[in-house]
């Protein structure tokens, strides 16, 4: 590992930003897209190279398993109890590789009960079940609508079903979809209850992704734990609930605080790695690294819901960072997370030839259908859900209402400060609704990106990376103008 190769050798006596790069190409005899590995090599067991943020708009149950089934990683967020982890970390564990989970409602139920449900799946679909939950019908938004609210399901449900095995492959449930010009099989089991439901695009999916299981080949979840209070027993509870990555987060990595978490964390032998930050230097990571980090998690005010370099002027731009952090991980032997101010594909491609092994996504994701908040719609009818930050004042305070060891007084003086945006809405994108979407659309730049530089592995394009500094009108002279000029 070393630090990125620039353009003539000129590395710029500045720090620069995503936008403020581009790669360059280079003889390849990568042909395909598919020949590319993105599989990553610091121990979280992801297939692709994205880790979704605990942030509580964005980080639940529906968006852990689908990113897991898809590769990546969830973090579930530190204000989640460790009894709620436990239960979630089961619930995702115990979800099917392959088939998604489907929702349900009885035919006695209203239309408006589908309503409510049909948007926390990308599917788009509820499945009718009998008492014995055998599949009777399925309910889209295409049945319901010029249909009362108070009808009843068993009234309105589509009956013309595809009904496949639960064991299945993929391949043969596509082409009986396509035989039958329907876009969603349920598959049940040898009793006839439903298993779970597979769309065309989840079975086109199965095949190109694999899933990020732990070596009981079940589905991986990670989670965080901050660094005030007793920070040992939090972090035993939540490996004693079976996560997979233990991550160590605070705003500010780079401080004494931190370094006491990390050692009483080590001090448990964590049989996961342990992931620890925010920093953005190299002295960071090497403090970290010698706390006990396995993984360092790098950038301090990128983020979207993130005004800490307004409120403070601290922060350092992220390509940079993660340019620094990661040499100097790789010198001792551990891994960077680039986490922050991803806002467009090129980005995670450019973190990840600037050396990182994993790119954290966090309000990007929070504006699909698998995000925990509830969908609304805005003025013009445009749906949207709700994020914010994890600095913000919201999050402050829901994090001290779990705060028993703190008085009321000292957790209301906390919330006067924030240094976060409490509310703002993130639309869902018509084309691309649903977490699957994005890390479709994700991947596809990261592999496209590999194939440019001649790259067939993420440690490849590190390595093969040519990367030159452009100026504002170099980046908006890239950006596609679908409406002309």
């Avoid at 897991?68 to 979800?95: C, H, Y």
């Avoid at 597979?198 to 199965?206: D, F």
């Avoid at 445009?382 to 957790?411: I, L, Q, Y």
Wanted: proline residues 5%.
């Amino acid at each position: 590992m070393r630090f990125v190769q620039f353009l003539d050798d000129r590395r710029p006596g500045h720090d620069l930003t995503y936008d403020d790069v581009f790669l360059m190409p280079s003889r390849s005899d990568v042909t395909s897209r598919f020949d590319v590995d993105l599989a990553t090599v610091d121990g979280s067991g992801t297939t692709v190279p994205l880790v979704v943020a605990n942030m509580t708009a964005v980080a639940g149950r529906r968006m852990a398993e689908t990113v897991a089934r898809r590769g990546g990683l969830v973090v579930l967020p530190q204000d989640v109890d460790p009894a709620a982890v436990g239960e979630i970390v089961r619930w995702v564990k115990s979800r099917h590789l392959v088939l998604d989970t489907p929702l349900t409602l009885r035919p006695q139920d209203a239309v408006a009960d589908a309503l409510n449900l049909l948007p926390k799946r990308s599917h788009g679909a509820v499945v009718v079940v009998d008492g014995e939950g055998r599949p009777v019908g399925l309910v889209t938004e295409f049945d319901t609508a010029a249909v009362d609210r108070f009808a009843r399901l068993g009234d309105v449900a589509q009956t013309d079903l595809v009904l496949v095995p639960s064991d299945t492959e993929p391949r043969k449930a596509f082409e009986e979809l396509h035989h039958r010009r329907q876009d969603l099989a349920l598959a049940v089991d040898n009793m006839g209850r439903l298993a779970g439901v597979l769309s065309r695009t989840g079975a086109l999916r199965s095949e190109i992704y694999s899933p990020a299981v732990d070596t009981a080949g079940r589905l991986r979840v990670a989670a965080a734990v901050g660094i005030s209070g007793d920070v040992a027993a939090k972090a035993q509870a939540l490996l004693a609930a079976d996560i997979d990555v233990l991550v160590v987060d605070t705003a500010h990595g780079h401080q004494d605080k931190m370094i006491d978490a990390l050692r009483a964390v080590r001090r448990l032998a964590p049989a996961v790695p342990v992931v620890a930050g925010n920093v953005v230097s190299a002295l960071g990571v090497g403090d970290l690294v010698d706390a006990g980090a396995d993984i360092v998690k790098v950038g301090v005010g990128p983020g979207a819901m993130c005004t800490t370099r307004m409120m403070t002027g601290v922060g350092r731009p992220q390509f940079t960072a993660v340019a620094e952090c990661a040499a100097a991980a790789a010198e001792l032997g551990a891994h960077v997370w680039a986490d922050g101010g991803i806002r467009h594909a090129r980005d995670v491609a450019l973190a990840l030839a600037a050396g990182a092994a994993n790119v954290m996504v966090g309000s990007w994701f929070a504006g699909t259908n698998e995000s925990p908040g509830d969908l609304h719609r805005d003025e013009a009818g445009r749906p949207f859900k709700e994020s914010f930050g994890m600095a913000s004042k919201r999050a402050v305070v829901a994090r001290g209402r779990a705060d028993h060891d703190t008085s009321a007084f000292d957790r209301a003086r906390k919330a006067l400060f924030e240094e976060g945006i409490s509310t703002s809405r993130m639309y869902l994108d018509p084309a691309r609704p649903g977490v699957e979407d994005l890390v479709d659309h994700i991947c596809a730049g990261v592999r496209s990106a590999c194939t440019y530089t001649g790259a067939r592995s993420l440690p490849e394009l590190h390595d093969r990376a040519v990367i030159g500094v452009q100026s504002a009108a170099g980046y908006a002279e890239g950006r596609p103008l679908p409406a002309g000029w």
